[in-house]
């Protein structure tokens, strides 16, 4: 079993509706956990990261922490074209785990 | 504040070829540093990590090896390329959140495709 599992998509929906990203994992010892985007042809940049459980929002962007379930979110509202990317998840406990990445696509 | 700067962009080279990426980190000293490998529609593959000059770790065992020469400086290298070195190499360097915990920051990546 991998440590974190990401679905890797893609994910289409249409602009304007709110996104739901996921991971799953397994190691209870994980203590941040973290969203990157990244665009077609370039390295990730940190969305946001949240420490240990709970919620954290960021403009349009909300990440969600369940240490019970071990899942993690990061929703998108009011999505925008410009939001389509891959997204990573990646949770850091001495090291960081990356998810696969799901591909958005946001259509017009 | 942090830059990070990676070169080439892009790369194409033939089987065997020599290989040589650098990374250099501005506005930060004695950062952790990674490199890792992308490849297409996959997620981010660690290669090496390095935590001083002249200290590498390395992740997977494979065709390619790491340097840190100076401080902020990180390169990557191979003697002979593969088929299955293409791919994005990504460099990156690290802030500590806490001890134990890091988050990371991404340069822009080079393109490596290998013919």
Known sequence: ?108 | SQTIHQWPATLVQPVGSPLSLECTVEGTSNPNLYWYRQAAGRGLQLLFYSVGIGQISSEVPQNLSASRPQDRQFILSSKKLLLSDSGFYLCAWSVMLRPGSYEQYFGPGTRLTVT
């Open chain 1, 1 to 108: 079993q991998k440590e974190v599992e990401q679905d890797p998509g893609p994910l289409s929906v249409p602009e304007g509706a709110i996104v739901s990203l996921n991971c799953t994992y397994s190691n209870s010892a994980f203590q941040y956990f973290m969203w990157y985007r990244q665009y077609s042809r370039k390295g990730p940049e940190l969305l946001m990261y949240t420490y240990s459980s709970g919620n954290k929002e960021d403009g349009r962007f909300t990440a969600q922490v369940d240490k019970s379930s071990k899942y993690i979110s990061l929703f998108i509202r009011d999505s925008q074209p410009s939001d389509s990317a891959t997204y990573l998840c990646a949770l850091s406990n001495y090291q960081l785990i990356w998810g696969a990445g799901t591909k958005l696509i946001i259509k017009p």
